[in-house]
């Protein structure tokens, strides 16, 4: 039987396998947690014929769970989703990620941060399967959660408690009886030991009581911690997207995960908040380069969050928010764009247009055209930036309803009628279109368009460029804006 084992990120995810015959685990690579993971995830166990994984699950120090858990928890109640059928255990994964960065370290090879995600995924696939047992029947996920801080015992158990707990007080007492006979003219120091043994008794069964009350109040925790978890949502921003179509989305998110048959439902956002939401301040280093009035349009980095039924709107931004600073710091965004003679507003400007004009092969020669004609003081003519001036202006094309007037629309986003760059970005790009900026690729091109097969085309003269659409751009060169 093979097994898959998986660390769980919010932005990677490490993966590893094993085969329960050899049990030995090994590395398989990392995923990115960017909406794209599920059918790699298929694909990884349709080629190893399984659908048993194992989870890592993180916990605090003190052994408690924490929002990462739940995170982890979310997550595989997707994945068994995605994968009717699929058998899904936890494995203790504490101080992984530090291990695995050791063993590399001691490799004395380069490697990335995704190749502490896939070590880290093998240490938890190893440290499950010198455990397990193939013969025997799977546990059920609960039978295979560990009996740790943060994991309680059901009313049953609780009842098997008080019932333990009684005959170890009438154990107790039935003790004292016996023990009185032979003691009856016994005394330490003056007091008789009849008293000294009542004491011990009334210590006895008041440890007892105080045991029961801590688990009583322990299961009380648990069940509201169940109730948050049972409550809990994703929302993803997917590359391209822009404020209008994260507002609609907010507007059809469902805070109650599903659960239209449990009680205190949850409200859905209204388009108050969600107003309010994007007009608020956040307190984050990276968005004080933008000029002033700037929306947070192409500052939500897209990918998949998890979010309890109580989440804010606010909340909500503010992941996306933090995950676009850590991408900013990780890859140096800023002094790469600076090497462009760009600044961080600019690159991400100039990504968001890079995104909506091409596909993840041709971002980097896309930025290049766009930068050359930048610094040649030429109009850039992307008709996308036009598009998104009419989506600000006139959403419902009611006004703009041909094309030649359209693109003649008097906007600070229209890169057809005025030169350098829009006013600020048009989508939110993704990882491929912010590093494409970054790091341009070495062509000389100046024109380029995308081809009624999909495919895009590239000139350097207008000359070619017009060539180009008379071949290869007959409809979609003329679809309406």
């Given at each position: 039987?093979?097994?898959i084992?998986?660390?769980?990120?919010?932005?990677?995810?490490?993966?590893s396998?094993v085969?329960?015959s050899?049990?030995?685990?090994?590395?398989?690579?990392?995923?990115?947690?960017?909406?794209?993971?599920?059918?790699?995830?298929?694909?990884?166990?349709?080629l190893?014929?399984?659908?048993?994984?194992?989870?890592?699950?993180?916990?605090?120090?003190?052994?408690?769970?924490?929002?990462?858990?739940?995170?982890?928890?979310?997550f595989a109640?997707?994945?068994a989703?995605?994968?009717?059928?699929?058998?899904?255990?936890?494995?203790?994964?504490?101080?992984?990620?530090?291990?695995?960065?050791?063993?590399?370290?001691?490799?004395?090879?380069?490697?990335?941060?995704?190749?502490?995600?896939a070590?880290a995924?093998?240490?938890?696939?190893?440290?499950?399967?010198?455990?397990?047992?193939e013969?025997?029947?799977?546990?059920?996920?609960?039978?295979?959660?560990?009996?740790?801080?943060?994991?309680?015992?059901?009313?049953?158990?609780?009842?098997?408690?008080?019932?333990v707990?009684?005959?170890?007080?009438?154990?107790v007492?039935?003790?004292?009886?016996?023990?009185?006979?032979?003691?009856?003219?016994?005394?330490?120091?003056?007091i008789?030991?009849?008293?000294?043994?009542?004491?011990?008794i009334?210590?006895?069964?008041a440890?007892?009581?105080?045991?029961?009350?801590?688990?009583?109040?322990?299961q009380?925790?648990?069940?509201?911690?169940?109730?948050?978890?049972?409550?809990?949502?994703?929302?993803?921003?997917?590359?391209?997207?822009?404020?209008?179509d994260?507002?609609?989305?907010?507007?059809?998110?469902?805070?109650?995960?599903?659960?239209?048959?449990?009680?205190?439902?949850?409200?859905?956002?209204?388009?108050?908040?969600?107003?309010?939401?994007?007009?608020?301040?956040?307190?984050?280093?990276?968005?004080?380069?933008?000029?002033?009035?700037?929306?947070?349009?192409?500052?939500?980095?897209?990918?998949?969050?998890?979010?309890y039924?109580?989440?804010?709107?606010?909340?909500?931004?503010?992941?996306?928010?933090?995950?676009?600073?850590?991408?900013?710091s990780?890859?140096?965004?800023?002094?790469?764009?600076?090497?462009?003679g760009?600044?961080?507003?600019?690159?991400?400007?100039?990504?968001?247009?890079?995104?909506?004009?091409?596909?993840?092969?041709?971002?980097?020669?896309?930025?290049?055209?766009?930068?050359?004609?930048?610094?040649?003081?030429?109009?850039?003519?992307s008709?996308?930036?036009?598009?998104y001036?009419?989506?600000?202006?006139?959403?419902?094309?009611?006004?703009?309803t041909?094309?030649?007037?359209?693109?003649?629309?008097?906007?600070?986003?229209?890169?057809?009628?005025?030169?350098?760059?829009?006013?600020?970005?048009?989508s939110?790009?993704g990882?491929?279109?912010?590093?494409?900026?970054?790091?341009?690729s070495?062509?000389?091109?100046?024109?380029?368009?995308?081809?009624?097969?999909?495919?895009?085309?590239?000139?350097?003269?207008?000359?070619?460029?017009?060539?180009n659409?008379?071949?290869?751009?007959q409809?979609?060169?003329?679809?309406?804006?």
């Amino acid at each position: 039987m093979r097994i898959i084992g998986l660390d769980v990120g919010e932005r990677r995810i490490g993966v590893s396998k094993v085969d329960s015959s050899t049990r030995i685990a090994v590395p398989v690579g990392f995923l990115l947690a960017d909406g794209s993971e599920w059918q790699e995830i298929r694909k990884i166990a349709n080629l190893n014929n399984t659908n048993f994984f194992v989870l890592g699950l993180p916990r605090s120090n003190e052994g408690n769970e924490t929002k990462q858990t739940l995170y982890v928890r979310g997550f595989a109640r997707t994945l068994a989703k995605m994968i009717p059928g699929a058998k899904i255990r936890f494995q203790d994964e504490s101080l992984t990620s530090v291990e695995a960065e050791s063993r590399l370290k001691a490799r004395k090879k380069k490697y990335e941060k995704g190749d502490i995600d896939a070590e880290a995924a093998t240490i938890i696939l190893q440290d499950f399967i010198e455990n397990f047992k193939e013969e025997a029947p799977l546990p059920s996920p609960e039978e295979s959660r560990e009996a740790k801080p943060g994991i309680w015992p059901s009313n049953e158990g609780l009842e098997t408690l008080q019932s333990v707990a009684k005959k170890e007080k009438n154990k107790v007492v039935l003790e004292a009886k016996k023990t009185k006979k032979k003691l009856k003219k016994w005394t330490l120091f003056g007091i008789p030991a009849i008293i000294i043994v009542l004491g011990l008794i009334g210590v006895t069964v008041a440890l007892k009581w105080r045991d029961y009350n801590r688990w009583q109040y322990e299961q009380w925790v648990a069940e509201q911690e169940a109730q948050m978890v049972a409550k809990t949502f994703n929302f993803t921003i997917r590359p391209g997207e822009t404020i209008f179509d994260i507002k609609k989305n907010l507007l059809r998110v469902d805070r109650n995960g599903g659960g239209e048959d449990t009680e205190d439902l949850v409200e859905n956002y209204t388009s108050e908040e969600i107003e309010a939401a994007f007009n608020a301040s956040y307190d984050f280093e990276f968005l004080k380069s933008r000029p002033e009035g700037a929306s947070l349009e192409g500052y939500l980095f897209p990918e998949t969050h998890n979010f309890y039924a109580t989440a804010t709107v606010e909340d909500i931004l503010k992941a996306f928010l933090d995950s676009m600073g850590k991408v900013i710091s990780d890859n140096d965004l800023e002094e790469k764009y600076r090497e462009q003679g760009l600044s961080l507003h600019e690159g991400i400007t100039l990504a968001s247009m890079v995104q909506k004009e091409s596909t993840p092969t041709d971002m980097a020669t896309v930025a290049q055209v766009f930068l050359t004609r930048l610094d040649y003081g030429w109009r850039l003519g992307s008709d996308v930036t036009v598009s998104y001036a009419l989506d600000v202006l006139d959403p419902n094309r009611e006004i703009y309803t041909d094309n030649a007037v359209a693109l003649r629309v008097d906007s600070c986003y229209n890169t057809r009628l005025y030169n350098g760059l829009p006013c600020g970005p048009i989508s939110n790009p993704g990882l491929n279109a912010l590093l494409a900026v970054g790091s341009p690729s070495d062509t000389a091109y100046l024109y380029f368009l995308t081809g009624d097969d999909g495919l895009m085309y590239y000139g350097y003269t207008e000359a070619e460029h017009f060539q180009n659409i008379r071949k290869y751009c007959q409809v979609l060169c003329n679809t309406s804006l």
